[in-house]
Nanobody, 118 residues
Framework: QVQLVESGGGLVQAGGSLRLSCSASGRIFSMNTMGWYRQALGKQRELVALITRGGSTNYADSVKGRFTISGDYAKNTVYLQMNSLKPEDTAVYYC????????????WGQGTQVTVSS
């Protein structure tokens, strides 16, 4: 089993910044990707950003230029630096890890709340 633990969420005013962290532990041979998703109240979960083991990144259009994902695959840790936050960024943010065992499996963290006040 793999456990993901997120930290860094909270309440911030619009225009502020937060940094999310996620550490994976457990039976991990290697990971293909780590990423962040979010789910706002009444909406579907959506991709925010992901980073591959090789360092390639992908961002949702709504966060490009404001959020930066980084990862340390040696430590099985991923970060999300969120700047210029907007009220519409309010959501529960979930960490995702794609762990490779031959076939690969996705594991999720429990989520951390990010609330941006106007």
């Amino acid at each position: 089993q793999v456990q993901l633990v997120e930290s860094g969420g909270g309440l911030v005013q619009a225009g502020g910044s937060l940094r999310l962290s996620c550490s994976a532990s457990g039976r991990i041979f290697s990971m293909n990707t780590m990423g962040w998703y979010r789910q706002a109240l009444g909406k579907q979960r959506e991709l925010v950003a992901l980073i591959t083991r090789g360092g390639s990144t992908n961002y949702a259009d709504s966060v490009k230029g404001r959020f930066t994902i980084s990862g340390d695959y040696a430590k099985n840790t991923v970060y999300l630096q969120m700047n210029s936050l907007k009220p519409e960024d309010t959501a529960v943010y979930y960490c995702d890890a794609e762990v490779n065992y031959g076939p690969s499996y996705h594991y999720w963290g429990q989520g951390t709340q990010v609330t941006v006040s106007s």
